[in-house]
Structures are given as structure tokens and as C-alpha cells.
């Protein structure tokens, strides 16, 4: 932890005093964009920089902050506010026309690094239940680091990136209801009913609002944009509508960046400069927040016994590889292209591996050290990707190969 | 406490859920901007409206939803990105120009009420420690709220409110000694040499950063921008000064928002747009959470008590009477017009009022009644003065009357 002297009597109000927020926010913030800065200067991606920042200042290496409820809230907005803006960015309309084949990349993605990684710790001599709960954290992709390696790199337009963008939100449904399963399982008892609902809701919610989403504030947000008095009216109406879709996401059953997500996909044709300026802002200060909280959740300490520092290196292999494999299967009818590019973009674990072994760890199913080692994956996932996402889109940044109709409608233009 | 019945799995991940977060941000931003609107449409000021928000949602009415560690941390980053912003809209030069009459104004400002104050109490039948610290509560004036009127109607421009900006930043100086003083007076010792430390660590501060800030800046600024490597440099090096000096503001003894304030005018004359409308997003969405946050803080309940509610009455008069005078006596040698409007714009305590009451009751100086009755001037105050600060500007909405040296230079032209 950090110790600065305290000299002032305001210093000494409340918990920890009024020093206490400029202070994490100072700390987190300008150790995150001098990384990136180092990053950047290395030839890597800034977001690498950032989530080895939070790694560098976190409890493994200089100790001087830990993961705590301001900084976690702070990184749960700053994720939110990344798939608002990458929603914002992107086409509805679009995602759907790839929607054929983002599922099969979906379902592919999933079941192949849940069996692969089960197979590696039962290989390795784990109890069955830890097996199944360290392949469960392997199955969702995190989208928001591969949206912002697209986003950072212009790429978003390309017919890969928004197979990935279709794929990982549907991946989180599919990584719900694996965990689920498993939970269930590990607990005991399966209530297939409750499963079934669960699946139908976080389903339906999520067609539904991209469905008719963009049609449905195409017609509302004039109306209101008109009628109220408020300044900045369709910049309020734009977060109202990120914090609600959010919370419905929760509420049936997917993670709130779906909904996130989904709420900049629905406002994608309806909202101005001015909106985006602002949640520009926004996602600028707080994203830095979730790339380096991923990186302080990293526990090194576990890594100076041997086996365990194995079975880490292992399990990166496993994840990479099965994500790879899993997703480029299913993306190969779009062309070896664009299934190299969509195999590598699924790569990132993220957050989202991180939640699913900090469960494991408070069921009592995963050992400390299958937890740190499920940690490590996932960062270590997420530090990877990008290096690999830029290569694979190649020379040919915007635009890739395109759909047949969109070829077709560019000829006859 | 909101009740919503949790379906999903997710749900029941981390201390509170994953809902927790889209909840409270739901529920604060939203009810902050619908009484907003109410309140515009009444011809009232937005801000009233998130205010009373807070009231309305808080323990005391609805009880949806209470304080807690992450809305006031949002609340405080909602001051700080209100204060910094204010900042990047005036000129240091400007309020030098005025810092004499300021210095006039904020030490009148907190003479006044503090003996006013205190008077009252000690009429009252208060013993004599609580009526002192009852009094140091009415000294400090909230610039937040002044500036969030002044700004939301095109004001900062008029000499008036240059001089209630520099006078408010005085006041925050002054306003720590008196805390000091007084908290010191309650403990039975005063340490002068201590007190003379804090005082010149605070003053020597303020004056270097608003002296050379601007210039420092100017300097640097460009360096740095064309060096750095990383996507959008000049926020992020904005946003480092921001932390940076409301953490040293909160080190040399004076508010956080004293130092986002200073960080502001450093940076008045060499940030482009694109900073300002970044960081126009992130006051947009964080000020609601301020402006809510003090309403959350009002019980009514105490109130039931027909005394504490005279009393409270009654403080709410002195409060006003008392900052309106001392602060337009201050400015009367600017003419009489500009000494109403510094006198009605001084009168918000906001947070500042409640900051020092929360003091008073954990050192037990204060009854949880005079508390409340000090929770409620510190509103009030707040919610009663923008009403009056549009009038008091009069039609003459863009200028008010200039400096004599300014209106030569225009005639100069």
C-alpha cells in the first residue's frame, strides 16, 4: 500500500479520507497510459501496456493498490461504457446478416475449450468437478478487448469483426448456461425448468432488443429528443438507456455488457456527434480502469511452485489453441481469411474466465491454485490477442473480404 | 431498499450481485434527470430538481436507496469533474484581476456567518462548543452549485462571477482554518505553529498553481502531445493534472475540488475541443451523482420535533442573511448591482456544511438534532440560491458590468 504522509486535518475525515479517490484514481489511471505508452513504444498494443500495469502495481510485484469495491465499480463501468461505444459503432442490421455463422463460431467456441481444458486437469489428476469448472472458465471470449483492439485499430467494419462481435455476445448466453450446468452440477442437483427459463430469457431478451432495438429508438428518441427540456437530452436518454438494458441484462440472466452493448446497437443509427463526443469521454477515462483491474487480480506468488507454473503454461496453450480451433471450424465457410481472423479475435478471456473461477473458489471447488492458474489464463489469453488480431486482419485493414450481397451491391453501385 | 426479485445466476456472483452497479446508476441518474425536467418546467433550475431528487429516493422519503461507498465516490468525482470544468471556462488572469475585492469577500463571507451562527445557537440555550462548530458549518460556500448555475446559464463570463469563483476558492482556505481552529478549541489544545503550517501550505498552493499554472501548462503541453504516443494524449494529460493536483490540494489541506478547479484554469488556454468535450461527458454524467448525493443526505424525520424544525428555520435565515451580507459588503466596492449578485451567489454550503457537521458528530460535539438541522441549511441554502442568482443577474444575461479596465479595452477596439 502506499504511505504518504498525511499532513492536513481533512485528511483524517471519513474511512480512509478525502486523499483516498484522487489518490486511486491518479495511481490506476497514470500507471495504465504510461504502460500503454511503453507499449506503444515497444510496437505493441496500448491495452497490452495497461492490463501489465495493473499486473505491475497490483499486490504481485509493487503492492501499492488492491482490487477494492471503487476500483471494481470503476472497471464495471469502464467495460459497460467500451461496448456502448463498440455497439454504437456497429450496424445492426450488419450483425444479423452474419448471424448464421456467428452461431456456429458460438456453439464451436464453447465446446471445444470446455472439453479440452476438462481433459487437460482430469490428465493432470484434478477431481472431475475441478476439471469441469476450470473448462467452464475457458468458454466465454471476453468481448470487450478484442472490440477494443478492433475499435483502437479501425477495424470494426470488417466482415471478421463483426462475426466476433455477433459470436461473443452469444458466446456470454452459452457461457451462462454452461455455468449453470456445472454449477448445478457441482452442487449436486440439476433443476432442468429453471435451466430451460434461464436459457429462454437470456435468449429472448437479447434477439428481441436487437431485433427491434434500432427500429424502436429510431422512432422514440426524436420524439423525446423534441419534447424535453433537460440539456444534453440525448445525451441523458442514451445513458438511461445504458444503465436499464444493462440492468435487464443481469436481470435475464447474461452479464451487463451484453446490455451495454446492445443499448449502443439500438441507438447506433439514431444518435448524434454530440453523444458520441461525450461517451467518448466517458469510455476514455474509465476503460483504463478495466484494462489494469483485470491485470490486479494477477497472483504470481502461486507461480513459484513448479507444477503449478506447468499447469498455467499448459492451460494458456489449451486455451489459445481450442478457441482457435473451435472458432475458425466454425467461421470457415466465410473463407480461410476471415476464419484466422475471428479464431484469433476469440482468444480473450478476460474478465469474464475470472468470474467464473472466483466462483469456482467460493463453492469450494477450485483449489487456490487452479484458481491462480485460471487467473493467469485468462490474462494471459487477453495479453496475447491483440498481438495476434493485428497481423491476422493483414495489410488489408478496412474491410476484409466482404459478403457475397455486399460485393454484389458495391458492383452495381 | 429497492426489492426485485433476482432470476438469474449471475445475480448471486460478488457481494450484492452484478446488478448492484446498473441499479444504482440507473436509479440515481434517473430520477436525477426527471426532476430535473419537472423542475425546468416549473421555470425552477435543473439542478433543484436532482437535488430534491436525492431527497425523494433517499432514506428520508422513499427509501430506495442510502448512501453508500460507491455513490459518494461518484458524488466526488462529479464535484471534481464540475469544478475542473468551470475551470477550463475562465481565465486565470481574470479572477487575479479580481482577487483583491475576492480576498474582501470571502473573509467577510466567513466572519459574518460564523458569528451569526453562533450567536443564534448560544440563543438557542446550545452549549457554547456546539454553537462554535454550528457556526463553522455556515462558513464555507459550496462553488459547486454556484458554478453549475452560473455556468448552465452562460454567466461565468461576468465580473460577479469571477469574483464569487476566486472568492469561493479564498473561502475554502479560510473555511479550513476555521474547522481547524474550532476542532482544535472542541479537543482542549490549539497547536499554532500546526495551524501556521496548514495556512501556509494551503495559501502557498492555491497562489502558485493559479499564478504560474496557466503558464507551466502552455509549456508543457504542447511538448508532451507531440511526444506521446498513445491515443488521445491531451486528455489523458489532462486528466493526470486533474488527479494530480486534487490530490495535492488534498495533502496541502484544502478540498479535492480546490485542486480540480486549479488543475481547470491551468489548462484554460492550452486544451483544444476535443479535451472539452470529453470531459463534458464525464461532468454530465457524474454531476447528477453530486447533486443527488446531498439530498441523500437529508432526514426529515428530525423534523417531526417542532423545536428542531424552528430551529432549522431559523439557521436557514441566518445562513442566508448572514453569507448575503458578509459577501455584499465585501463587493460592494464594486458597485451595488455586483454586490447582490456576490452576495446571493456565496450563499450554497452544498457539501462543504455537511462535511463539517459529520465532523462534529463524531467527535460528539454535535446532538444528532443539530446534525440534521445543519444537513438541512447545508441544502436549502443550495436549493434556494440558484432561484435567486438568475434574477439578481438580471436581463443583462452575458456580462453584467464590466471591469474598468476591460470596458476601455473595448472601447479601445
Redesign the interface.
Known amino acids: 500500500m502506499l504511505n504518504?504522509?498525511?499532513?492536513?486535518?481533512?485528511?483524517s475525515?471519513g474511512s480512509n479520507?478525502?486523499?483516498r479517490?484522487?489518490?486511486a484514481?491518479?495511481v490506476v489511471?497514470?500507471s495504465a497510459?504510461l504502460m500503454?505508452?511503453a507499449a506503444?513504444?515497444l510496437g505493441q498494443p496500448?491495452l497490452v501496456g495497461e492490463i501489465l500495469a495493473g499486473v505491475l502495481i497490483g499486490p504481485s510485484v509493487l503492492g501499492w493498490i488492491a482490487p477494492n469495491?471503487?476500483l471494481s465499480?470503476l472497471a464495471?463501468?469502464g467495460a459497460?461504457f467500451l461496448l456502448f461505444r463498440v455497439g454504437l459503432e456497429v450496424k445492426s442490421s450488419e450483425l444479423m446478416k452474419v448471424g448464421g455463422v456467428a452461431t456456429l463460431v458460438a456453439c464451436c467456441g464453447v465446446a471445444v475449450p470446455l472439453l479440452m481444458g476438462t481433459a487437460l486437469l482430469i490428465g493432470w489428476g484434478a477431481p472431475a468437478k475441478e476439471a469441469v469448472f476450470v473448462g467452464a472458465s475457458m468458454v466465454a471470449t471476453s468481448v470487450g478487448i478484442t472490440a477494443q483492439t478492433l475499435s483502437?485499430n479501425g477495424l470494426l467494419d470488417a466482415v471478421a469483426s463483426r462475426i466476433i462481435l455477433a459470436a461473443a455476445v452469444i458466446d456470454d448466453v452459452l457461457g451462462?448456461l454452461v455455468?449453470?450446468v456445472v454449477?448445478s452440477v457441482t452442487h449436486g442437483k440439476v433443476d432442468f425448468l429453471q435451466l430451460g427459463?434461464?436459457a429462454l430469457?437470456?435468449v429472448a431478451f437479447t434477439a428481441i432488443v436487437a431485433t427491434w432495438g434500432t427500429h424502436a429508438m429510431g422512432r422514440v428518441a426524436p420524439y423525446l429528443h423534441a419534447r424535453?427540456?433537460?440539456?444534453?437530452a440525448p445525451?441523458?436518454m442514451a445513458?438511461?438507456l445504458l444503465?436499464?438494458l444493462?440492468?435487464a441484462a443481469?436481470?435475464?440472466?447474461?452479464?451487463?455488457i451484453v446490455?451495454a452493448f446492445l443499448a449502443g446497437l439500438a441507438l447506433g443509427e439514431s444518435a448524434g456527434e454530440r453523444e458520441r463526443?461525450?461517451?467518448?469521454?466517458?469510455s476514455?477515462?474509465l476503460v483504463p480502469f478495466f484494462l489494469a483491474g483485470i491485470g490486479l487480480h494477477v497472483d504470481l506468488s502461486a507461480f513459484t511452485h513448479p507444477g503449478t507454473a506447468a499447469l498455467a503454461v499448459l492451460l494458456l496453450a489449451a486455451a489459445v489453441v481450442s478457441k482457435f480451433i473451435g472458432c475458425g471450424l466454425g467461421a470457415l465457410p466465410m473463407g480461410r481469411a476471415n476464419a484466422l481472423r475471428v479464431g484469433v479475435g476469440m482468444i480473450p478471456r478476460g474478465e469474464v474466465g475470472m468470474?467464473v473461477a472466483?466462483?469456482g473458489l467460493s463453492f469450494g471447488v477450485l483449489s487456490h491454485a487452479s484458481y491462480a492458474v485460471v487467473v493467469f489464463m485468462s490474462v494471459a489469453t487477453t495479453v496475447v490477442a491483440p498481438a495476434l488480431i493485428k497481423p491476422a486482419y493483414g495489410a488489408n485493414e478496412r474491410g476484409g473480404e466482404r459478403l457475397p450481397e455486399e460485393a454484389a451491391a458495391l458492383r452495381a453501385e
Open positions: 504518504v504522509i498525511t499532513p492536513a486535518l481533512w485528511v475525515l479520507g478525502p486523499a479517490i484522487p489518490l484514481m491518479l489511471f497514470v497510459k500503454a505508452e506503444e513504444r496500448g469495491e471503487l465499480a464495471d463501468l459497460m483502437a451462462l455455468l449453470a454449477s427459463l434461464t430469457a437470456a424535453l427540456k433537460i440539456a444534453e445525451f441523458v445513458m438511461s444503465f436499464a444493462s440492468l443481469v436481470y435475464t440472466g447474461v452479464a451487463a446490455g463526443h461525450l461517451t467518448q469521454g466517458l476514455e477515462l468470474i472466483q466462483m
